[in-house]
């Protein structure tokens, strides 16, 4: 059965402004923080003077160091702990990048927070550093020596197999740094409540914030709350603990006051992850006929002194074709940053801007039509494991959209095509493919005499519409109105709240709603099937208000990892499962046209073909595929961080400097979804979408911008001072 | 942001009077949209500002008698979507769409934009970047740093920002004047004399004086504004700093020869750039792809081009161009 078109369950408390975000609460007798940053690019504090901050009117604390009795380190989210970053600020005199905290300021007012901010001066000793992957003073380390459970992904002899190819392309792409910068600012209020600890952020990690703090602060977790109910844009910016979280609710404790935090957007380029630099070197070994016989691809990923954030480039680039040899190499580049982290697609962005532009560069090569090399080198099983993908529908996603789009009208000449206007027009295309993860999921659900049955369960609402597919699914199974669905996600009063990222949310939370609704039909003595009357079955149960508790594992997962997944640790499963390897695949098709003098590319209509299984909530879904389509254009022509390397840091720090894409960038996004169930994976038959929509995308911009100019784009973003 | 005196004069002749006694560093408050952003980064430190956004004597926009007028009140967003300006002048009304955001035009004032101050990185980042303009003698990060957008033409050792602006640079392709108050009595001056260029002195950006105030701002009448665009290219297509622009405006005989020419370079300069020698060098002239493209060569020609961002000088040589011609298709309609 196909799911019926229903709009947002939300969208009239987001619309009409009654959604209630993390700081958006105004509780009595609020405080308010700032944090003072270092302006030095690495080395020590010598001293701290605040004496002007204390000075300053309605000041109450000014705290520049924490004992670590008090405020533990809160461990590396990638490294077995609970934060996007090792390093806890106020710990120690150290300044290991610029625009790290070196004090915090609460206020009775957020001017006076922020002026006693600006009034602290530190006296530092200042010491070499290195932000950019090839400064002097950036030191590498291969990642399957450092970190050998992130393994580069080895299947055959590719250099052998490389070396003795008819064809070759060896091309190396570089990748820069960009920032998140979600709508709503990283921010918290913080509130005790006698001994427990009340903490109210956007957070797509409400069970890492609560495990996390607990452990820094020496509490008990079962004594912290985090409430999360939505959040104005994560993108992985707000998928671990923060280290702002320890030292706001120490201030609180101190005060006896609740503590609001909203870190201001300079400062969030500094106290939150990003995407790092990365460089991408793509062999790529043919026949004349452009067959894949091998594939190489070595990757420099930047990450911080103080973690190894592991680069994951070759899980997909290993596994979009039918290649028999590849081989992986990632390097860790260790800079004086913060540590990197996850931004949508985080791996899979640059991987495939990186391998699907070399791809294309083998199609011209071998003088095949883009498409068809692609359809000539598709698989069913997977390359690395030998086990059959769950699903694989990407040759559908090429064929249907090279129709929809009217790819056969493409003049394959470079340069060949022109607008009325004068403007080159080129068409790219480019494939994606994003990993199936899923994680264990606790799904409370409960039947009230009014005929309302709410449930509660793992998941945070970020945007991506897991409210309504979590609403639809209760509704279709009992055949009830959608509005009679509560819905409670990214709340750890009603379930751990395991890290929603990585595209798994609906597909981790949907077959455990799906097994409570079992449960909840055998408690309301209905069938297994068909509509409920859901208050009168209440009313014959004879109790108030029946409830279940069920849980749900990834495809063969043990079930200890609901026991991980209940200490905040992370405990997502896959894309390799026992019986089967699961991805969720995607083609992208794009138009851009290069004015005549001027050089502007614009993107005038894209399309994306999807492969994500069922589509779970028709509206969300399309809106999923318009904002990641959007962030792949943004990545693709938009947005770099610049680094001044004298300095340090990332300088465009501002939504002006920072140029994100606007609704002028933005054209004809067309898209169409193969709407397969996976039944492999889950009875619900859902895989991924979220980061799926925008990878690929750059690479086929780049790829257009080839068709129309006969010039490569190996480095993104792609400017107006590149095709001049 | 440190504490600083609000006063909320009732008349311009009020607002005159508090300048007159206020302390020196004392700002004046209209639209808001640059000030309060340097406040709270800590570029400025005003100890008091002067607020004039109410005052309406200030906001009348007239379009008659030989002249267009422009309280120096009145919203961007209002003199953009004024139908005189946009049917007589389109360079000017195109100046200010393609300025900011929608929201920043509805509070932004024409006056005060005027004299938005640069979006140099350095300038804005804070004390431990060196920034003669704000702290002088601290010397010009950079010159040896991210310059992709700095300035091209009018830049000296001391510093290389861009003046930021569209509004004036369609203006002082118009000959606007400007009229101010001060204690000492109105007096009016040309556009072209407003701002001036670095030198060893970046601090000082304009050549009113400390007690003054902009009244309004006059544009002659002339038939070269129905002949007129403005053309901004920039890193995306709203909402961004200029790379390279051009306000053109010609006038054509019956024969298509160019009677009157007029081109001003934004995004390029360290102030608003009047591009004379190349509207000298289009006047006689059928108006063609190369003739117009020589006016462009002309106008780049004394450009001293930044590490990364040289291309920006071929960059602005084919913005000119394309203005020009632009202009010449409205010029004939």
Known sequence: MKTPDLGRVDAHEKVTGTASYGADRVPDDLAYAMFAVATIGKGRTVSIDTAAAEAVPGVRLVLTRFDEDELRGPGFLMGGGFAFQSLQPLLSDVVAYRGQPIALIVADTLVAATEAADLVRARYEIEPFAVGIDDEGATSVLQEEALPWFPDVKVGDAETAYAASPVQIDETYLHPAQHQVPMELISSVVQWKGDRLVVHESTQNAGALRHGVAAQLNLDPADVDVISPYIGGGFGSRNALQPHIGPLALAARRLRRPVKLVIPRRQTFHTGSFRPVSRHRIRLGADPSGRLLAALHDADHQTSRHDLYPAMYTEITSRLYAVPNFGGRQRLVQTDVQTPGFMRAPNEGPASFAFESAVDVLAYATGQDPVELRLANDTATDPVTGLPFSSRHLAQCLTRGAERFGWQKRDPRPGSMRAADGSLVGLGVAVGAHPVLVAPAVARMSAGADGRVTVGVDGHEMGQGIRSAIALLVAQDLGVPVQDVVVRVGDTRVAPQHLTAGAWGTATALPAVHKALRELRKRLGAGDTGTVEVAAAVRATGHGSPEVEVTSVGPGQPPEMLDRSRAGLFSAAGPVFPDFTAFSWAAHFVEVRIEATTRRIRVPRALCVADCGRVASPVTAASQVRGGVIWGISEALRESSEVDPRFGGFLNTTLEEYPVAVNADIAEIDFDFIDEPDLLLSEVGVKGLGELTMIGVAAAVANAVFHATGQRQNRLPIRIEDVM | MRSFAYVVPDSVAGAVDALAAAEPGTKILAGGTTLYDLMKLGVEAPPAVIDIHRLAELTEISTGEGELSFGAGAKMAEVADHPVVRRDYPALSESLWRAASQQLRNMATVGGNLLQRTRCGYFRGGAEFGCNKRDPG??????????????????????????????????????????????????????????????????????????????????????????????????????????????????????????????????????????????????GEQLTMGTARHAGEVAFADARPVRTGAFRVELGIRTVTDALLTAGKQAAR
């Open chain 2, 138 to 283: 601290s010397g010009c990060a950079a010159l040896e740093g991210l310059d992709r957008t700095h300035a091209l033409l009018g830049a000296s050792d001391a510093c290389i920002a861009t003046y930021p602006g569209d509004w004036a640079v369609a203006l002082i392709a118009f000959d606007a004047e400007l009229d101010v108050v001060g204690p000492r009595g109105e007096r009016t001056l040309p556009l072209g004399d407003l701002h001036v260029e670095p030198g060893d002195n970046p601090v000082l950006e304009h050549t009113l004086a400390a007690d003054e105030l902009i009244l309004r701002i006059r544009v002659p009448a002339t038939p070269a504004g129905r002949g007129s665009t403005y053309h901004k290219i920039r890193d995306r297509e709203s909402y961004a700093f200029a790379l390279t622009s051009a306000a053109a405006a010609v006038t054509l005989d019956a024969q298509g020869t160019v009677t009157d020419c007029r081109i001003g370079l934004g995004g390029v300069a360290t102030r608003p750039w009047r591009a004379t020698a190349a509207e000298r060098s289009l006047l």
